[in-house]
């Protein structure tokens, strides 16, 4: 394992550490849409795990398919709290629905996606890395094990060379399906614009290299199909990957210019002057064309290759940052 540490944000105040007592430890939020194809495979999976001190948080988005039919056959052997369906919200308020939902009481809380399959030990490993330490702001996130539509292996995701607050603000690394928090971090977490189309596993993974710890485990922790229908979806191609790279900058232009903005806006008052005025310099040199050179010089920020690092510098010289 590799890790970036800090304590928390400078001069923020302490949470009181008593929470109402769960009856279970670990909390899998689950968001579900038309999943009947893979549902099975996947609650198979929790039910094959070695830690059992976990109960599911389920929100159905509005299926039309046989999606809640299948979670309500596994009523008697998982602990499934089914909550009430109603508009469709999409995967960012979906999960920040059944986060709030789910309460404080959890030491853990873990995100799931419908058609992953998730290793026996997976639970086991999260409650490791963040069951013991509750009350300090942890994210844990896990290597994935890409799978096609049946289950076969197709490779392995890369393994980061950077987990900082100068990565989060250009990339995420930490994919939602491996994701758990603290409960600290579930308690002190606000939530941005949502019509900024921000990731809630990016949200996280920026909140928690800016105010706590980072912990990235190599061994992967579940398999990931990779399939037409994946929300974002993931490739093992170098060239289809760069392109769909490529494309989504074009699709999300000021991706990266509304995430700085949001978390200043939510969190600015608590940041340490150095990633505070890294947020700033990023906004404010935009409006300009001497700024955005100056920037692409030398950019405050860095993503995991350095062929992207070379895109992002053109994107912000072009004014789409």
């Known amino acids: 394992m590799s890790l970036s540490e800090r304590s928390g944000f400078p001069g923020e105040k302490e949470k009181s550490a008593e929470c109402?007592?769960?009856?279970?430890?670990?909390?899998?939020?689950?968001?579900?849409?038309?999943?009947?194809?893979?549902l099975h495979e996947f609650l198979n999976s929790l039910c094959a795990q070695n830690y059992r001190d976990f109960c599911i948080y389920v929100r159905d988005d509005g299926s039309s398919d046989a999606t809640l039919d299948i979670v309500t056959e596994y009523e008697n052997e998982l602990d499934i709290r089914l909550l009430p369906g109603g508009e469709r919200l999409g995967a960012f308020q979906?999960?920040?629905?059944?986060?709030?939902?789910?309460?404080?009481?959890?030491?853990?809380?873990?995100?799931a996606d419908q058609d992953d399959y998730w290793y026996p030990d997976k639970i086991e490993r999260a409650w490791q890395a963040v069951g013991d330490c509750s009350e300090d702001i942890i994210l844990y996130c896990t290597r994935l094990e890409y799978a096609d539509a049946k289950l076969n292996s197709l490779g392995f995701s890369k393994i980061p060379r950077l987990l900082a607050f100068e990565n989060a603000v250009v990339e995420n690394i930490a994919s939602g399906c491996s994701i758990a928090i603290s409960r600290r971090v579930k308690r002190n977490l606000v939530i941005p614009d949502a019509r900024y189309s921000i990731a809630h596993d990016w949200w996280l993974y920026m909140y928690c290299s800016a105010a706590g710890k980072v912990i990235y485990d190599e061994r992967p922790s579940l398999q990931y199909r990779l399939h037409f229908s994946n929300t974002i979806g993931a490739t093992t191609s170098r060239l289809e990957e760069l392109k769909r790279r490529i494309q989504r900058h074009i699709k999300n232009e000021h991706i990266f210019l509304h995430l700085s903005q949001q978390f200043l806006l939510c969190y600015?008052?608590?940041?340490?002057?150095?990633?505070?005025?890294?947020?700033?310099?990023i906004i404010k040199n935009a409006q300009t064309l001497s700024g955005r050179l100056r920037m692409a010089l030398?950019?405050?920020?860095?993503?995991?290759?350095?062929?992207?690092?070379?895109?992002?510098?053109?994107?912000?010289?072009l004014g789409r940052f």
């Open 20 to 38: 109402p007592v769960a009856d279970k430890s670990v909390a899998v939020l689950l968001a579900t849409f038309n999943g009947e194809k893979y």
């Open 298 to 317: 030398q950019p405050p920020f860095s993503r995991q290759r350095q062929i992207d690092n070379l895109i992002l510098r053109m994107i912000y010289l």
């Open 94 to 111: 979906n999960f920040f629905q059944l986060l709030q939902v789910a309460g404080d009481g959890h030491a853990c809380y873990m995100l």
């Open 268 to 281: 600015g008052h608590a940041l340490s002057q150095q990633h505070r005025d890294l947020l700033q310099n």
